[in-house]
């Protein structure tokens, strides 16, 4: 709940700051995708239903931009779907604890030129944060219209994804890889 107040808060700030840009998630065309590779068999794939975000660019001071980006945990569709309710639950995710997952990049540097960038953003699961690396594309489709092709990749121990036996790395994979794809449009 904290985490929803908190995004609100944020969204609300940066829709009232006159020298900001805000662009927000256009969910009807956007994607956000995961993969975790596993030994002998067909790959973990999924995707995510139901996120939200925005980015906020300064134009006043080209280093005061910021990026926030919320997945809701169950709303995941997987592959393996009889695994759902194991993936959910305080074994993997633990979703009801902890129902979202986001991504914050605080006050990255981005010129209008620029359609390759790479910044760092802070990954928060399951209560633990990490600083991750996201390689950016971005592409400008209209004035206010643009998509966003990202990738990133992180470790599930890291975050406890995976406990008890599933904490092995012998059969699933540590790696979890995120795609996105997402088309942002101007406010």
Do not use: H
């Amino acid at each position: 709940m904290k985490v929803i107040f908190s995004l609100f808060f944020i969204f609300l700030y940066c829709k009232q700051t006159v020298a900001n840009d805000l662009w927000t998630i256009d969910k009807d065309i956007s994607s956000i995708e995961f993969e975790v590779p596993v030994l002998f068999t067909k790959n973990v794939t999924g995707k995510f239903n139901t996120f939200d975000g925005f980015v906020s660019l300064d134009l006043s001071n080209e280093n005061n931009n910021k990026a926030l980006i919320n997945v809701s945990i169950d709303s995941l569709d997987l592959n393996y779907k009889r695994y759902k309710d194991l993936v959910l639950s305080e074994i993997f995710f633990d979703s009801k604890k902890f129902p979202f997952g986001v991504i914050d990049t605080n006050n990255f540097k981005f010129n209008y030129e620029d359609n390759n960038i790479i910044l760092t953003g802070e990954l928060t699961i399951k209560g633990k944060s990490q600083k991750i690396p996201i390689d950016i594309e971005i592409i400008k489709l209209a004035n206010e219209l643009v998509q966003v092709k990202s990738e990133i990749s992180f470790s599930r121990n890291d975050f406890e994804i995976g406990t008890g036996n599933w904490k092995n790395t012998t059969i699933l994979k540590d790696k979890i890889n995120i795609r996105a794809n997402i088309f942002l449009f101007k406010e």
